[in-house]
């Protein structure tokens, strides 16, 4: 076998291989069959898994999805908590978006709760939380007088304190971020972090930088809704048109120089896509209203290994199980058969 022969062998069968890998993967529905519409996914551990949502709703498995313990937190049955940051089986913090604005804490794994922040000012709408550790977090919101929205908490949760407007990224106009599964912020290295947006403009906006996302933008529709991280350089980002569902136009793009140039993926997810995580290698996992898919090429081609719908899909902080949620109740896990 001549040497050029024999590289195309080895790359078929490369290919090969990374193909069998992502057709043995698929995705266990863990429960299901409620009104309920699960945005926030939280996973401290393999074991450890919350989600919340609507009607008040948190969800809690202690047992890697096998049994849930399902809350409705008194006094806010009609908030929409659409993001959750959970550290273990007993501390959370949840984010209600809107009319007016909180965020809530427990220590007792959700039996009680406490109001830790509230904010009634006209406009205010949350968007997503981000935490470095157990103690520094932030959180985004839509744009209030042309600044972007945002707080910041270095105990944990237990307050939170405002960025003054002078120091707030500036909104375009039309600009605004999608709160469809709490990953349009994502931390970038231990002290920064950086957040994308959609609507009539997309842009990524890190080290007080503004980076123009070539992705589909121009309605209130459209443009970034979540943003994952593999190093220092190397980003995604997915959205689309959440009124088109099944749209793949201009709904992936990937940076390996820190957002300097952007590359629009061979394959693209099927349609619109609200999340998208980093898994590990090259592997990273993307879902939204039309299924769930993944790459095995650092988002240069993708996979549909599902067809049913999730919000969100996150990785264990601690370990190596990847969880996902959505509309209807949904919550499910991806298993490697």
Known sequence: MN?????????LFVVCLSTSLINAQTVKVLTSGSSISLRGLSVPDNQT????????????????????????VKGFEKTDFRDIEAFDGMNAIIMGVDAPAYILRTIDGGENWQVVYENKTAGMFLDAMEFWNEQSGIVIGDPINHH????????????????????????????????SSGTNIRKLNNKEALFISG?????LFVRSNKIHVPIIQGKESTGGNSIAVKNQKTWIVVGGDFTLKNDTSKNCFIT???????????????????????????KWITCGLSGVDLSTDDG????????????????????????????????GKLLEE
């Open 148 to 179: 972007f929205y945002i707080a910041r908490t270095f105990d944990g949760g237990k307050s939170w304190q405002e960025i003054p407007e002078d120091k707030l990224p500036i909104a375009d106009t039309g600009e605004a971020c999608f709160a």
């Open 199 to 203: 609507g009539l403009h997309s842009n």
């Open 256 to 282: 390996i120089d820190a957002g300097k140039s952007w590359i629009a993926s061979q394959k693209s997810p099927p349609g619109y896509r609200s999340c998208v995580e980093y898994l590990n290698k090259k």
């Open 49 to 72: 898994v919350w989600v919340s949502g609507s009607q008040g709703t948190v969800g809690r498995s202690i047992d890697g999805g096998n049994t849930w313990k399902w809350i409705k």
């Open 300 to 331: 240069l081609h993708w996979k549909n290994i599902s067809k049913q719908s999730f919000h969100v899909c996150r990785k264990a902080k601690k370990g190596k199980s990847v969880y996902l949620a959505g509309g209807g109740g949904y919550v």
């Open 3 to 11: 040497i050029i022969l024999k590289h195309c062998c080895i790359n």
